[in-house]
DNA sequence: TTATTATTGACGAATATTGACCTTAAGCTT
DNA sequence: AAGCTTAAGGTCAATATTCGTCAATAATAA
């Protein structure tokens, strides 16, 4: 993995790690005049690997003092748990699984109960656009629901 | 954050901290004396930073004795905050106008880093979900959006 | 070979700053 | 009371500085 791509990634990385902080700022013309590329390639970085899903918040603001700022929550969770996740949740799993999944979250006190209410409205909204507008088959809706599921569960969880 | 605007911003919010009132009257001439600038970037500081979007609201008069007035809205009603979502979300919104309201949001302490992320998490599938599987308009997935912003914003908010 | 991922660059959009010119209100002056 | 003066604040356009998007192309993986 020497591509650029990589390169810059881990940097940005090591930059939260080293700063220690939650969040680093990232000013887009300096990383590419460094790393010797155009500036639309950090763009694509940030787009590529530091996503929701994998547990980053990315906000950035154009004009002068301008800047791209990296966010990242969650960062001392054990792998195991990712695992588990997987396993918990499968291929499908329908609305009645999932209650109990997030109860159990919930309970050990891996996601509070606003957090549980999200993940609950979000499968009940994919379940009703689903169902009434899209006309899906049970079971192609209880495979969304994994999915939609485990994305959610990984960002929390993953670093 | 190194730019006049940021510091003439972080200025004005200690001023209402400090007051520990609701709003703060300013003096347009002496804030651009203070901090060396024009007096319109002052203009420019309240119309871009104080918004009714971040939970403020502006009165200000010319002439003599003129002033420019910032009153920060507390929203402590969950009626209140449910109302302003609507107003905030709409009808249709664009991810990039979601991340904004979420950011906004997040600074209000109405929501959590956490939560923050895993609304992100939920609208980016349906956005994938609408576009690639399903193949929706453009405005199909932003109504979509909205519909699905405003039910996890108000499950959390009218709490 | 085909599909996915990475790289590049042209063009567009947003933000910050400044200054010239406009509008409004209060207090005098007559 | 009307008009003038002075002291605010408002608007708008020009400019500079960043970042974002999109489509074409190249490289890599399946």
Redesign the pocket.
Known sequence: MA????IIEKHIEELLERANEESVF?????LAERFG????????????RFTPERGYI?E?????????RVIRLCMDMPEARANHIEELVGDSVNEQDIRRILANLQRRKLITARERLLIEVAVRFQEEIGRDLLDLSPYKRDSLHAELLKRLLRSLVLG
């Open positions: 591509s650029l791509t990589g990232l000013s887009r013309k300096d590329c155009v500036p639309s390639q950090i763009n694509y970085v940030i787009r590529s990315v950035s603001q154009r004009g002068g003092h301008g800047y791209i």
